[in-house]
């Protein structure tokens, strides 16, 4: 199977929900997690990531066995260890993965060319200018130039967590990467910002704006989810 972004959502601007793996305890993680998936897919949500953000490697996997339901979309982002990502999306079936990074200086090519030729089914969704990542010092142009050849999908963010991917760097990445190639805003996406994001971005990783005061150890707050995907809904009449 061919590799594509659009493919694999088949959706105009597809939404993700970010899985946090916030709780007291393993067990308590897994039955949120799942919990929380089952709202986004309620609500309309296109796809689920599913991160070790508050949780262990054990739980990532947990929550991947025990989620393969037919027609949902996952994803896997093992922070730290991002190829540890490929090793678990295959084990689970899981359609992509999110990489925080597909630049130079946080690859090992060779290896991530290895996991990505024993994987050509597996769509990966590859950070540039990702927040909490360091510059390369390149031209922007040969960052996003390397990037797109490494990955089906670009995500960029702001400076941090819950904070709005600035318009101005979405319009940057999106005259290089042209209309074709996919481009994802992958941090603090609301309800409010999304009209404006949606001119640049070809679909959005929301993750802390789900939750009540965008405190990602809370669970996901099912009006947040409506409110928005009400509002994506009306952007893909357009």
């Known amino acids: ?24 305890n393993s067990r308590d993680k897994v039955t949120r997690a799942l919990e929380e998936m089952r709202v986004y897919y309620e609500e309309g949500v296109d796809g689920f990531i599913i991160e070790n953000y508050h949780g262990g490697l054990k739980d990532v996997m947990n929550v991947a066995k025990h989620s393969k339901w037919h027609d949902v979309v996952r994803g896997i982002n093992v922070l730290g260890e991002p190829y540890t990502s490929f090793v678990i999306a295959h084990q689970h079936r899981t359609q992509f993965i999110q990489l925080d990074s597909v630049q ?104 802390s704006y789900f939750k009540p005061y965008g405190n990602t150890e809370l669970k996901v707050d099912r009006n947040l989810v409506r409110s928005f995907m009400d509002v994506v809904r009306e952007i893909r009449k357009v």
């Open 104 to 207: 130079t200086l946080d690859l090992d090519l060779s290896s991530y060319n290895l996991f990505r030729d024993e994987h050509p089914g597996l769509v990966v969704l590859g950070g540039i200018g990702f927040k909490y990542t360091n510059p390369t010092g390149n031209p922007l142009e040969q960052d996003i130039r390397e990037g797109m050849s490494r990955c089906e999908a670009i995500v960029t963010t702001g400076p941090g967590t819950g904070i709005e991917t600035p318009i101005e760097k979405l319009k940057r990445y999106k005259k290089i990467m042209g209309d074709k190639f996919p481009l994802i805003s992958g941090a603090g996406v609301t309800a409010q910002n999304v009209r404006e994001q949606a001119q640049y971005a070809d679909g959005f990783i929301v993750g």
């Open 1 to 24: 199977m061919e590799r594509g972004f659009k493919e694999l959502f088949k959706v105009s601007k597809p939404v993700m929900g970010m899985i946090h793996l916030a709780g007291s």
